[in-house]
């Protein structure tokens, strides 16, 4: 059901015309209006509420105006009329400008101030705080709700301190002159009205409790102080619309609708009160008002959280299609790169392996025993960063001691043809293993380009040292021992080992170092130092 239209509309118009024949049942002729009068001052009070939505600040001019001819002329419905200018008050400050607000405002006191002023009796302060008071605060809790109602969340006490706020106006100012009539003490009755009002700043957590409470309510002020009948009517169809807000079900909204209606009925039928088909209609009608109210608001609520769930699970289906798309892009390089990879390492793996055994014992069975052994120790290698692209969440195993990766890098490199000097201090093996295995990727990168610019027969140095900030690499070498045939080289050895010194917040430098040789220097700062 979308009330956005004219059903809201003629709703409010027959809410505001009940309300005036349920107030007026038992008037009878005044000084100038007979009985008869009442359905059509009702008309004329209740149906502008058709038009508060669109045209609110009107409404509240027209109603003011009204209110002053009911007051001059004696009519009942003049009660009425000072409720629903509240009403479209409250509407105005939620929907118009702070200057019409004004406006209405203005025309309000002066109209409620005529309503309270007797003939031949000044108005009083207190006549003048409440005929301020009245007025300014609807449109003030319009203002309120137009500017942050619609961001409340469901743990947010705002709308709970309003509900108790509102319900405590209504309770005191409504009844405070009534209290001394009945035969409970003042205080007691005060008491009453006070928690009664309260009672509502738990009704959207408790619904159902208000609820029952305000019918106990109702049925004991009927029973001892009958002046104050009207407002706990009012405190209970507010419970019943805030009730059937809360609760989807359409069995439970059924039963309180019912006991709603049984509620009214015990207030407002007295004992010669002629009942007839057009007073049930109008009393149903009345009830239904806050039910079909509350129905819309638990609607639009229900609705509004639909559709937060709904753009939180696109945001989440995003997200998962964008790992997805990651995660098999991941998983496209990863075959490329084995297919490409695997198959020539595979190829130089056999090709030495077969080589080897038509070799004669040798330098050359051992290179080619090196290279079979380093082909698969490749394989492996790569094997474990395919592991790794397809599974980002996956930690990668280490395999090796770093130190052991430095002594193997330096005696593979010396197999090869270099001259290494190893300075591997002990004292390192106490560093963070981020550090210690950045350094041995670094040693082995570095004594690879050593072999590939220099040429076998270079004397290379190599030292990692702790330092104060972590560890310390450097790798000199010397001229190379003869002219040197340069192997094929991607350029991205030093890009890759910077990357590396960087991601740890560190600093590596390479360049000549003046005595026709080459230096390379790393400082790897442990992950506290960085």
Known sequence: MRWRGWPLDVLLAASGVGLDLLTTAHAGDTEFLPAEMNIPMALLAGVPMGFVRRRPVPVVLYLAGFLVV????????????????????????????????????????????????????ALTTNSWVYSVFLPVFPALLGAYLRSSAGRLEERDVTPDALLAAGGVAITVLSTWTSWHTGSQPVWLVGLLAVVGGLSLGIARRLPGLVFLAQ??????????????????VTLTLIALGVFTMRVSSWAWTVVAYLVGCMLTA?????????????????????????????????????????????????????????????????ERIARDVHDIVAHHVGAMVLRAGAARYTAPE????????????????VLQDLRDLLDLLRDPERQPDLLANPSDVVRESAERMAAAGL???????????????????????????????????????????????????????????????????????????????????????????????GEGGWLLAASLPSRSAA
């Open 266 to 330: 015990i207030a407002v039928v007295g004992p010669v009160t002629e009942i007839t088909v057009f007073r049930v209609g109008t009393l149903m009608t009345l009830v239904a008002t806050p039910v079909a109210i509350g129905r819309y608001l638990g609607m639009r609520q229900a609705a509004a959280a639909a559709e937060r769930l709904r753009a939180e699970e696109s945001a989440r289906a995003a997200v998962a299609q964008v790992r997805a798309d990651q995660l098999a892009e991941r």
């Open 215 to 232: 019918g106990v309510l109702l049925v004991t002020t009927d029973t001892y102080l009958n002046d104050a009948v009207t407002t706990c």
């Open 70 to 121: 009911t007051d001059q002329l004696g009519s009942f419905t003049s009660n009425t009329v000072q409720i629903l200018v509240c009403v479209a008050l409250g509407v105005a400050g939620y929907r118009s400008e702070w200057r019409a607000v004004t406006v209405a405002v203005v025309a309000t006191i002066a109209a409620t101030a005529a309503n309270m002023a007797d003939p031949g009796i």
């Open 419 to 513: 001259v290494v000097d190893l300075d591997l201090d002990p004292a390192t093996d106490g560093a963070p293993l981020i550090a210690r295995a950045s350094a041995a990727r670094i040693v082995q990168e570095g004594l690879t380009n050593v072999l590939k610019h220099a040429g076998p027969g270079t004397r290379v140095r190599v030292a990692v040292t702790p330092s104060e900030e972590g560890l310390s690499v450097e790798i000199r070498n010397g001229r190379p021992a003869s002219a040197v045939e340069r192997l094929p080289s991607s350029g991205r050895g030093l890009a890759g080992m910077r990357e590396r010194v960087r991601a740890l917040g560190g600093t590596l430098t390479a360049g000549p170092d």
């Open 362 to 377: 040798g330098p050359v069975a051992d290179a080619l025993t090196d290279i079979r052994e380093t082909g698969h120790q």
